[in-house]
Nanobody, 119 residues
Framework: QVQLVESGGGLVQAGDSLRLSCAASGRTFSRYVMGWFRQAPGKEREFVGDILWNGGSTYYADSVKGRFTISRDNAKNTVYLQMNSLKPEDTAVYYC????????????WGQGTQVTVSS
């Protein structure tokens, strides 16, 4: 059974940094794309970025490009979301998700971790 467990959320001030982790288990993820999404109160879920597990190529939403970085540690089966220069508008529940490379839909989701950025 695939499990994705996020951690690392918290309350920070504008301009601070935070690193989220997503521990993946239950299968080999070498052919998977790992995505990060976020959902703010009253808003739809928003794509943040993703990484191809095998090869490490990344893609980011314009709203976070240059501030957020996604990486992975194959030995730990963990994906990271490094968030720098945080803004109050980054406040949201952050989710990691997994999908098979070449497909559209993310099939597996974590439970989410809250990130709150105060001004």
């Amino acid at each position: 059974q695939v499990q994705l467990v996020e951690s690392g959320g918290g309350l920070v001030q504008a301009g601070d940094s935070l690193r989220l982790s997503c521990a993946a288990s239950g299968r080999t993820f070498s052919r998977y794309v790992m995505g990060w999404f976020r959902q703010a109160p009253g808003k739809e879920r928003e794509f943040v970025g993703d990484i191809l597990w095998n090869g490490g190529s990344t893609y980011y939403a314009d709203s976070v490009k240059g501030r957020f970085t996604i990486s992975r540690d194959n030995a730990k089966n963990t994906v990271y979301l490094q968030m720098n220069s945080l803004k109050p508008e980054d406040t949201a529940v952050y989710y990691c998700a997994a999908k098979l490379a070449g497909t559209i839909r993310y099939d597996y989701w974590g439970q989410g971790t809250q990130v709150t950025v105060s001004s």
